[in-house]
């Protein structure tokens, strides 16, 4: 049975950082992304990483360079997504998602698994 467990999300203020992780299980994967969606606003490709080879490479929405970065550790089956100078916009559930197949990175078809969500709150 494949799982894509979900956990990190909270509330932060503006300026502050938060961590998702996704353990995914029963599935082996090579590539590995985080989606969003806020309020009114359509599913968001946040960042992407191909998990074959050790890692790398990376792929970052527009809006998240410089702030967020995603990493593996293939060893936990896991992927992260660390962010950091949080802003109120990043408010949004928080998926993962898994592919064993690849594809372009920010689009939701390119994904055979997805978690429940986590979600994040940043107040200003």
């Known amino acids: 049975q494949v799982q894509l467990v979900e956990s990190g999300g909270g509330s932060v203020q503006a300026g502050g950082s938060l961590r998702l992780s996704c353990t995914i299980a029963?599935?082996?994967?090579?590539?590995g992304g985080w989606f969003r969606r806020a309020p009114g606003k359509e599913r968001e490709g946040v960042a992407a990483?191909?998990?074959?080879?050790?890692?790398?490479?990376?792929f970052y929405a527009d809006s998240v360079k410089g702030r967020f970065v995603i990493s593996q550790d293939n060893a936990k089956k896991t992927v992260y997504l660390q962010m950091n100078s949080l802003k109120p916009e990043d408010t949004a559930m928080y998926y993962c998602?898994?592919?064993?197949?690849?594809?372009?990175?920010?689009?939701?078809?390119?994904?055979?698994?997805w978690g429940q969500g986590t979600q994040v709150t940043v107040s200003s």
């Open positions: 998602a898994a592919s064993r197949y690849g594809g372009f990175w920010s689009e939701p078809q390119s994904y055979r698994y």
């Open positions: 029963g599935y082996t994967f090579n590539m």
């Open positions: 990483i191909y998990t074959g080879g050790g890692g790398g490479p990376t």
